[in-house]
């Protein structure tokens, strides 16, 4: 069983177009983290929202926190060949364990 | 990922021998996990320790795994008598105490021939 299904699995853009991708669970977090990876790398943390409702943006990167703590969303503004990766949500359950969804793979296109 | 060191990047391995995965954590962390992830599927948690103590193996496969964190050096994945269905890429990640974000290394990724 899944604790967060990401969509869409697989998306791909033109340069300078926009793109959201999201994160949703039929259970509560107290945090949802976003990573991104590159093939042959490990995760690299990019977000941790708290807050439902929060709002956080790095960059042309914008994330978002449901109200009700069970999803988020990455929106991307202005997609650059660079955005190109994996994008991963996860969020602790248990004694400090990281569930993760299975990733958006974005591919941007220059 | 500066900072969480995992070695060896690969490791290739026959059928029924040992694998030993080794991860440094960041400076100042004293948490560490280890996750398994297989192609087409996300990172699946496997063990968290503390120096000296594992405090969750509950993902962690009953027989043939073990870990460990010593209070010198780093954290070990142990595989024995590997199979071919232990073939993945093995991530290990490092915190603060606390419910703190967790960094990751870049993975060892094990392949069994």
């Known amino acids: 069983t899944q604790l967060l299904e990401q969509s869409p699995q697989f998306l791909s853009i033109q340069e300078g177009e926009n793109l959201t991708v999201y994160c949703n669970s039929s259970?509560?977090?107290?945090?949802l983290q976003w990573y991104r990876q590159e093939p042959g790398e490990g995760p690299v943390l990019l977000v941790t929202?708290?807050?439902?409702?929060e709002v956080k943006k790095l960059k042309r990167l914008t994330f978002q926190f449901g109200d009700a703590r069970k999803d988020s969303s990455l929106h991307i503004t202005a997609a650059q060949p660079g955005d190109t990766g994996l994008y991963l949500c996860a969020g602790p359950y248990g004694n400090n364990r990281l569930a993760f969804g299975k990733g958006n793979q974005v591919v941007v296109i220059p | 990922n500066a900072g969480v060191m995992q070695n060896p990047r690969h490791l290739v391995r026959r059928r029924g021998q040992e694998a030993r995965l080794r991860c440094s954590p960041m400076?100042?962390?004293?948490?560490v996990y280890w996750y398994r992830q297989l192609p087409e599927e996300g990172l699946k948690f496997m063990v968290y320790?503390?120096?000296?103590?594992?405090?969750?193996e509950s993902g962690m496969p009953k027989e043939r795994f073990s870990a460990e964190f010593p209070k010198e050096g780093p954290s070990i994945l142990r595989i024995q008598q590997v199979v071919r269905g232990d073939s993945a890429a093995y991530f290990c990640?490092?915190?603060?105490?606390?419910?703190?974000?967790?960094?990751f290394g870049d993975g060892t990724r094990l392949s069994i021939l």
């Open positions: 320790l503390q120096k000296e103590n594992i405090i969750d």
């Open positions: 259970s509560v977090f107290s945090s």
């Open positions: 400076k100042g962390h004293s948490h």
């Open positions: 990640a490092s915190s603060p105490p606390g419910n703190q974000p967790q960094h």
């Open positions: 929202v708290v807050t439902g409702g």
